[in-house]
Each structure stands twice: as C-alpha cells, then as structure tokens.
C-alpha cells in the first residue's frame, strides 16, 4: 500500500493490539469517537483498520459492509466509515489527513466492488467536519439524529 510521508493504513492485525490498547482521548473527543479497545470482537462485515506512521500505530477507524450502511446511503457499493481516532499523543501531526488522504486508495485495492465511502458526523464537531472535507467527503445534505444530536452525513465517491 502507497504511503504518504510514511503513512500507511493496514488492516488490524494482534501485533498492532498493544499499542492500541494505549490510546487515549480528551473527553471532549470521546463524545464522538470510541477508542479502538472497543472494538475487540467485530461481526462479519466490518473492518479494523489501522493508521501507521513508520509502522506505529497512530489512528484507528472501522469500515463496515453491513446492513448498517443502509441507514446512510441507498448506494448497493458504498461502505460505512465509523469511530476515526488518533491517539492523544500523536494528535496536530497530521495523521488523520493523511489517513483520510490514502482512504480512496486504499478501498479501491481492498474493497474493489466498493465506489462510495460514507459517515456521519456531528454538527458539532467541527474540526472532524473540516478534516472530513479536505480528503474530498462533502456534505450530501442527508441528516440523522445521533445520541448526541444531530449528524451530517457525508460521502466520497471513489
């Protein structure tokens, strides 16, 4: 997989666990992510992925191919994008741009059926809603009432 300024995303494997299991997050953040530690056992149909920078485990997020992705978008192609995390320590590096830079890429090699990548995010959360836009997700104009409010529902087309 191409990496850029020695980012890379990889599919979760147990030698990435420990590292993972570490990160931490503000509780600001944590209202709208999740930490990867909770996502230990995943269903068929979803995908730990891994943002590594110089093989270090730096972010985390979860591809999902499930029924779930219906609540987002009618697309038969797309697939899910839920709980973006960058560790704490590793945060204002730029490693969630780049990650998010090599998604497209990334899920044309590993999902080729794939043409749509779409999330939800809160209205509040602003600097996910800015990062989210400059890898190239724009607003679809669709919205979801989420646990904490209301959520924007974005997509790539890839």
């Not at 494997?13 to 995943?42: C, H, I, R």
């Not at 490693?95 to 080729?112: H, I, R, T």
Request: aromatic share 10%; hydrophobic share 35%; with cysteine.
């Amino acid at each position: 997989m191409k990496k850029v300024n020695s980012v890379e995303l990889k599919h979760f494997s147990d030698e990435y666990s420990e590292k993972l299991n570490q990160f931490e997050l503000p509780e600001e953040q944590g209202l709208f992510t999740a930490l990867p530690n909770k996502f230990t056992d995943v269903t068929k149909g979803q995908y730990r992925i891994v943002i590594l920078s110089d093989d270090e485990p730096v972010g985390f997020f979860l591809l999902h191919s499930t029924d779930r992705v219906k609540e987002y978008s009618t697309n038969p192609n797309a697939i899910l994008l839920t709980a973006l995390s960058v560790d704490y320590k590793q945060q204002g590096k730029g490693y969630a741009k780049q990650g998010m830079l090599l998604l497209d890429e990334f899920v044309k090699s590993e999902f080729p059926n794939c043409d749509e990548i779409v999330l939800a995010v809160n209205h509040k959360n602003i600097p996910a809603q800015k990062l989210y836009v400059r890898a190239g997700f724009h607003d679809t104009g669709l919205r979801k009432v989420g646990i904490i409010g209301e959520q924007y529902i974005m997509k790539l087309t890839i």
